[in-house]
């Protein structure tokens, strides 16, 4: 099994920053893709950002120029760097990680989610 530990998230005023981290532990043989998504009330989860082993990023349209996303693929942490933070970013954010744990065998694991409010 993997396990995901989110950390990071909190009370922001508009106009600040914040940076969340996501570690995967457990049975890992190797890690392609690892991401954040974000649901608020009402809505739909969606993709923040995404990287994939061999560097490629994608960010949502709304947090382009604004966000970070970046690994360290010896620690299996994602980041994620957000500044310029505006009260419509409020939401639970999610990691997800895909991987696999052996040659044959994938994996999709989900964080148990982190609550970002801003607010002043």
């Known amino acids: 099994q993997v396990q995901l530990v989110e950390s990071g998230g909190g009370l922001v005023q508009p106009g600040g920053s914040l940076r969340l981290s996501c570690a995967a532990s457990?049975?890992?043989?190797?890690?392609?893709?690892m991401g954040w998504y974000r649901q608020a009330p009402g809505n739909e989860r969606e993709l923040v950002a995404s990287?994939?082993?061999?560097?490629?990023?994608n960010y949502l349209d709304s947090v382009k120029g604004r966000a970070t996303i970046s690994r360290d693929n010896a620690k299996n942490t994602v980041y994620l760097q957000m500044n310029s933070l505006k009260p419509e970013d409020t939401a639970v954010y999610y990691c997800?990680?895909?991987?696999?744990?052996?040659?044959?065998?994938?994996?999709?694991?989900w964080g148990q989610g982190t609550q970002v409010t801003v607010s002043s």
């Open positions: 457990g049975t890992i043989f190797s890690i392609n893709t």
């Open positions: 990287i994939t082993i061999d560097g490629s990023i």
């Open positions: 997800n990680v895909a991987g696999r744990f052996s040659q044959r065998q994938r994996f999709s694991a």
